[in-house]
Every structure is written in structure tokens, then in C-alpha cells.
Nanobody, 123 residues
Framework: QVQLVESGGGLVQAGDSLRLSCAASGRTFSFYGMAWFRQAPGKEREFVAAITWSGSTYYADSVKGRFTISRDNAKNTVYLQMSSLKFEDTAVYYC?????????????????WGQGTQVTVSS
């Protein structure tokens, strides 16, 4: 059984920074990659950032240059460092993991999901 647990969300002001964590447990050795998605109220879930087992990283254009995804294999944890936060970054952020090489930007590629953590950016 695989479990993903996000933490680190909160209320911040525009321009602030925040770091999200996603702790994975279970059969984590089977992961090909992990990612962060987000969903704002009334909007569809969207891709934010992804990292593969080899360390390759990918970002949505809207966060490129402001967000950084990283991992600590020893802790089975993936991080999302968010800087220069904007009001439009407000959303529930979800961690996800996939077992196969597939479209990193598509939610349907991911086999496991966390429960989400709320990030609210005040303008």
C-alpha cells in the first residue's frame, strides 16, 4: 500500500515563499516519478511540477522560475519550494506518484494521490 501525505500549506501574503512536503510510504521503490498538481475553486486540476526517478524536472509555464521541485530519496520525500507567490497560486496542492513512464503533465498518468494541502495567498 502506498500513502502520500502532504504538509506545509498555509496562508501567506503575495511575494512570500512557502515549502510544501510530500512524504511517501509503502512501495516507493516502484515510483517512476512524482509531481505536484493544484486545483483552485471552480477550476480544473492543473499540473504544477514533476520530477522523475533520474532527477529530471518539469514545470508549468505559470510557475517556471518561481517554484522548484526536489526530492530527498533517503526520506522518501518530495518538496515544492514556492517563491514570489501570487494570488492566483491559491489552490489545494496535491502530491502524486506514477509507476510508469508517461505524460508527466497529465493527472491520469498518476497512480497515487495525497489528500491535498491548502495554499492561500492574500493579495
Amino acid at each position: 500500500q502506498v500513502q502520500l501525505v502532504e504538509s506545509g500549506g498555509g496562508l501567506v501574503q503575495a511575494g512570500d515563499s512557502l515549502r510544501l512536503s510530500c512524504a511517501a510510504s509503502g512501495r516507493t521503490f516502484s515510483f517512476y516519478g512524482m509531481a505536484w498538481f493544484r486545483q483552485a475553486p471552480g477550476k480544473e486540476r492543473e499540473f504544477v511540477a514533476a520530477i522523475t526517478w533520474s532527477g529530471s524536472t518539469y514545470y508549468a509555464d505559470s510557475v517556471k522560475g518561481r517554484f522548484t521541485i526536489s526530492r530527498d530519496n533517503a526520506k522518501n520525500t518530495v518538496y515544492l519550494q514556492m517563491s514570489s507567490l501570487k494570488f492566483e497560486d491559491t489552490a489545494v496542492y496535491y502530491c502524486a506518484a506514477r509507476r510508469r513512464e508517461s505524460a508527466y503533465y497529465s493527472g491520469s498518468s498518476y497512480d497515487y494521490w495525497g489528500q491535498g494541502t491548502q495554499v492561500t495567498v492574500s493579495s
